[in-house]
């Protein structure tokens, strides 16, 4: 079981790593839309950004990961 603070801190991160690099990437001048948008770059900064979402999803509880276990009954067993 991965602590949900992990998550949290690693999808945050991600996250913020794919919109830095967007958002630092070199601008061309005389590029076109293909030389400009479609490139590893633009790929590894939206695939940072939906890996960042996929954590923050395993961190709310929305999603289980891609080798979830059984999920958790609603109530603990009481043993007393």
């Known amino acids: 079981m991965i602590p ?7 999808g945050f991160s991600m996250m913020i ?4 690099q967007i958002q630092q990437r070199p601008q061309g ?3 076109g839309f293909y030389a400009r948008f479609v490139n590893v770059g633009t ?3 939206v695939l940072c950004i ?3 979402l996929a954590l ?3 961190a709310l509880g929305y999603w289980q990961g891609p ?3 059984p999920a958790p009954s609603a109530k603990p067993p009481r043993y007393h």
């Open 56 to 58: 923050l999803a395993m």
């Open 4 to 10: 949900s603070w992990f998550l949290y801190l690693a």
């Open 67 to 69: 080798v979830a276990g």
């Open 43 to 45: 790929f590894w900064s």
């Open 17 to 20: 790593l794919g919109v830095m």
């Open 29 to 31: 001048k005389g590029g």
């Open 50 to 52: 939906l890996v960042g």
